[in-house]
């Protein structure tokens, strides 16, 4: 080598991440003993000198862990955002939380920031669009990154993802309505073309194909809003629609206060089940069934692969997708 090896060297040698060199050169019990001796034996080889006094300048900055959010305002992310906070947080480990309000530029510039504070890896619940500066910065930094909740990037083998089993809970929520008599069965919410949408709506059209029945989807931004809206819309447009599959409980919560608006009985008349469980669901009337993706847990989950991916320098596995399950309240049982 004709230049003086650098840390990046070293961490490709051994087969690591440039982080868990940093780890194993302070001296952090995170690393295990056989991780942290193919590290210095890659040290050795290379003939790399650890520059003490240019790391301690960084050292402030080495139990940070960056999580970009999507949008904060959802309270899905939220409790997300604050399940792993607190995961990492029992660990050691301080989170960079920043939330990119669906702006891919804006996300580019948060996680450029992070990253020249030397955070040790990332989450990141993408926005959709124009993100290719943010993995092109997170590649030449070459960090662990764990996608979650949404596939930004094809390239899961440099940038793994973790994401509920969103197909299955959509197949239960049609087969649930399907028992329950219904007869015409619409999606409501989502955006057109995006991954998270066809997901959502996978088992939805499966089931439907199953019983033999056409799909109905219409579209628009998930929020309370745009399912109060919907439910008006419903009952003069397709008044023959007696149940609904919500892109996620927003969108179901709007519904229920559209139906109380023009008179229209949940359940009875439309039955409306939602998608995620969050907190809300069960403090509303009628309660609002919905597909359980214990948002909780999985937060945990996603905090200990990152920090496990630390301490192994080994990455996770392209993909992970967890379970998920029904909960069924009144708005749903007729």
Same mark, same amino acid.
């Given at each position: ?9 070293? !961490?490709?040698?051994? *087969? ?40 301690? +300048? ?5 139990? +940070? ?15 997300? !955002?604050?399940?792993?906070?607190? !995961? #990492? ?16 530029? #804006?996300?580019?510039?948060? /996680? ?11 989450? #990141? ?17 070459? @960090?662990?990154?764990?996608? /979650? ?41 989502? +955006? ?25 989807? #219409?579209?628009?931004? !998930?929020?309370? %809003? ?29 519904? +229920?206060? *559209?139906? %109380?608006? @023009?008179?229209?009985?949940? %359940? ?9 469980? @969050? ?23 996603? %905090? ?16 992970? /997708? ?5 909960? @069924? ?6």
């Amino acid at each position: 080598m004709d230049r003086r090896p650098t840390i990046v060297d070293v !961490a490709s040698r051994a *087969g690591v991440s440039k982080s868990t060199v940093s780890l194993v050169l302070q001296n952090s019990p995170l690393v295990r003993a056989e991780t942290r001796e193919e590290v210095r034996q890659a040290m050795a080889a290379l003939g790399y000198v650890y520059n003490r006094s240019a790391a301690q +300048l960084r050292q402030a900055n080495t139990g +940070l862990i960056g999580l970009v959010i999507n949008d904060l305002r959802n309270p899905f992310f939220t409790e997300f !955002a604050t399940s792993v906070q607190m !995961a #990492l947080s029992a660990k050691g480990f301080a989170c960079v939380l920043a939330n990119t309000d669906e702006d891919p530029a #804006l996300q580019a510039q948060v /996680v450029a920031a992070m990253l020249e504070h030397g955070v040790a890896a990332l989450i #990141l619940s993408s926005a959709y669009g124009a993100v290719e500066p943010t993995f092109e910065a997170i590649a030449r930094a070459n @960090i662990p990154t764990l996608q /979650v909740l949404r596939r930004a990037v094809p390239d899961v083998a440099r940038f793994p993802f973790a994401v509920p089993d969103y197909r299955h809970g959509s197949r239960l929520a049609t087969d649930h309505l399907l028992a329950r008599g219904a007869r015409r069965i619409a999606f409501l919410g989502g +955006l057109a073309g995006r991954e998270v949408t066809d997901q959502r709506m996978a088992g939805y059209l499966a089931a439907l194909q199953a019983a033999g029945m056409a799909p109905l989807h #219409l579209p628009g931004r !998930a929020s309370r %809003a745009f399912g109060r809206d919907v439910a008006l819309r419903l009952a003069t447009e397709f008044p023959k629609v007696d149940a609904v599959l919500c892109f996620n409980d927003l969108v179901g919560l709007g519904v +229920l206060s *559209g139906c %109380a608006e @023009i008179g229209r009985q949940v %359940a009875r008349d439309l039955k409306v089940v939602g998608f995620d469980d @969050i907190e809300d669901c069960a403090q509303v009337w009628p309660g609002l069934t919905s597909v359980r993706c214990d948002i909780a847990a999985f937060g945990n989950g996603v %905090a200990e692969t990152v920090l496990g991916w630390l301490e192994t320098g080994r990455s996770p596995p392209p993909e992970t /997708v967890t379970p998920v399950d029904l909960v @069924i309240r009144g708005s749903s049982q007729g």
